[in-house]
């Protein structure tokens, strides 16, 4: 049986976060069902962050040099020292990064969020869809 407290927990996290699964609970048998509604496969290229990786894509086309691209990671508090922050940038200058698809926020904890991914309805190389009944 689910408590009061716990009904209002679930309902404040549907409102906040999209899920991947859909939990059915059978109390009866101390069993659960995990119905996956979304699951898909990124190659490494695609799980960086996106607006980091649009805004760095973006100021290469614009011409941005290693300072700009390391004023920029800093601003983005991306953890490492100046050496590896020097490194990155000098990567980037000679590679340019694929379009990450994941939101990353390195607050407190890093945390994933893959709304992105799970509405995602277009093509991308990179990312494959194994399971899709969201966009149906």
């Given at each position: 049986m689910?408590?009061?407290?716990e009904?209002?927990?679930?309902?404040?996290?549907?409102g906040?976060?999209d899920?991947?699964?859909?939990?059915?609970?059978?109390?009866e048998?101390?069993?659960?069902?995990l119905d996956?509604v979304?699951c898909?496969f990124?190659?490494k290229g695609r799980?960086a962050d996106y607006t980091?990786t649009?805004?760095?894509?973006?100021?290469?086309?614009?011409?941005?040099?290693?300072?700009d691209i390391?004023a920029?990671?800093?601003d983005?508090?991306?953890?490492?020292?100046?050496?590896?922050?020097?490194q990155i940038a000098?990567?980037?200058?000679?590679?340019?990064?694929e379009q990450?698809?994941l939101t990353?926020?390195?607050a407190?904890?890093?945390?994933?969020?893959?709304?992105?991914?799970v509405?995602?309805?277009?093509?991308?190389?990179?990312?494959?869809?194994l399971?899709?009944?969201?966009?149906?």
């Amino acid at each position: 049986m689910v408590s009061l407290i716990e009904h209002k927990f679930q309902a404040y996290l549907e409102g906040h976060y999209d899920y991947v699964y859909e939990k059915t609970d059978n109390p009866e048998h101390g069993t659960a069902i995990l119905d996956f509604v979304s699951c898909s496969f990124l190659e490494k290229g695609r799980t960086a962050d996106y607006t980091t990786t649009y805004r760095l894509r973006e100021m290469l086309k614009d011409g941005a040099n290693k300072e700009d691209i390391i004023a920029y990671l800093n601003d983005k508090n991306i953890p490492a020292d100046e050496i590896t922050l020097d490194q990155i940038a000098e990567n980037l200058l000679t590679k340019e990064p694929e379009q990450g698809y994941l939101t990353i926020s390195n607050a407190l904890q890093w945390r994933l969020q893959y709304a992105r991914v799970v509405y995602l309805t277009d093509e991308v190389e990179g990312i494959s869809k194994l399971v899709d009944k969201v966009n149906q």
